[in-house]
């Protein structure tokens, strides 16, 4: 999708930076299908550097290097589990760690790319007074941990026969389709959650704590309560019923651990020599943190424009979201 920097700002200063609106979904769901546009979507998606691609040789690696081999996870055991936690909290810390540096501690782009000209917040509604020290609290104490978990819970059934076991030299075209399939299902899995955590008494309980973030920061993107955690990495049980590499479920936790990173830098770029290399923001998820009530899924599916939801940046879609939100709130009262 096209940007574009916003040297006159909105007269409301809305936006520091904004892609050009009204944004996009994945072309392969329009009607009529836009070959060419769905082309360059998933070429710059998974044929070049990219969030994805980031993931992918993250996970190829991390399979070779640093994972017990599935007769060793058959039986549960402290060394390999602490293995997967240690290796686990290196690369979320190492990658995230990485971009809160480059963007928030050293500010080497400024607001260059930036949704909104604000860094990050302290005040009493974040633990310690303090937004990082708060989104790192969560991320890395319960959000690690958790993910964790399902990981060594998937590795022992993989292990014992659970989960149907694929080779790439046995299944060579599964093994690369299944990728942006998964990146589909966590869409999918992404929204229906998402929806559910946004009423009331599961938002007030819960997901009001990863809404702190009106500003958002590289550590935001898991920052969540312990419940929110078991449901967003739930979505990997898929794997009970797809036959799969090892090295899938390692990139389905990454999609969603370094991909929520990535998605809430709050940059839409990253800059190099005044060049983009890197797309890493998420203005479709930085518009949900904005308004709330719209975008509860991501553009690799078009789930918001079947349910009504999509939010495309314009005046008129706040508009009809107003709308909505009047109606539902009539029906509810």
């Known amino acids: 999708m096209a940007t574009q920097s916003n040297p006159a700002k909105k007269p409301r200063q809305e936006w520091n930076f904004h892609p050009d609106f009204p944004i996009d979904n994945n072309p392969l ?4 299908i836009r070959w060419r546009d769905a082309w360059v979507y ?11 691609t980031v993931c992918i040789a993250l996970a190829v690696l991390i399979y070779l290097v640093a994972t017990p081999s599935l007769m060793e996870a058959q039986t549960l055991s402290w060394g390999w589990s602490l293995e997967i936690y240690a290796r686990n909290l290196l690369v979320f810390v190492g990658v995230t760690g990485l971009l809160h540096y480059y963007f928030y501690a050293r500010k080497e782009q400024n607001t260059d790319l930036k949704y909104v ?6 005040g009493s509604r974040f633990l310690f ?3 990082l020290y ?7 104490i319960s959000g690690v941990g958790i993910w964790t978990a399902f990981e060594i819970i998937m590795m022992m059934a993989m292990a014992n026969g659970m989960i149907t076991t694929i080779t790439f030299a046995s299944n060579p075209i599964w093994t690369i389709l299944a990728m942006p399939l998964i990146s589909m299902w966590i869409s999918f899995h992404f929204y229906c959650v998402h929806r559910i955590l946004h009423f009331k008494p599961f938002y007030d309980r819960f997901h009001a ?13 898991i920052a969540m309560h312990p419940v929110e955690h078991l449901l967003y990495f739930s979505s990997v049980l898929i794997h009970f019923v797809i036959p799969t590499h090892p090295m899938h479920i390692i990139l389905h936790f990454y999609l969603l651990a370094l991909g929520a990173t990535f998605g809430h830098t709050g940059f839409d770029a990253l800059l190099i020599k005044n060049k983009r290399r890197l797309a890493i923001g ?11 009530e719209c975008n509860y899924g991501s553009v690799d599916m078009p789930w918001d424009v079947f349910f009504g939801t999509f939010h495309d940046g ?6 009809r979201m107003n709308k909505r939100i009047r109606k539902d709130q009539k029906q509810a009262g």
């Open 42 to 52: 998933y070429r710059d998606g998974w044929l070049v550097l990219s969030e994805a």
């Open 29 to 32: 769901f329009s009607w009529p």
């Open 209 to 221: 704590l990863h809404h702190r973030n009106v500003n958002v920061g590289p550590f935001s993107g």
């Open 282 to 292: 998420h203005f479709h998820h930085q518009l949900h943190h904005r308004y709330f």
């Open 129 to 131: 007074n303090n937004q």
């Open 134 to 140: 708060d989104n790192m609290f969560w991320s890395i």
């Open 117 to 122: 000209p604000q860094f990050l917040s302290k």
């Open 314 to 319: 314009t005046a008129e879609a706040r508009a």
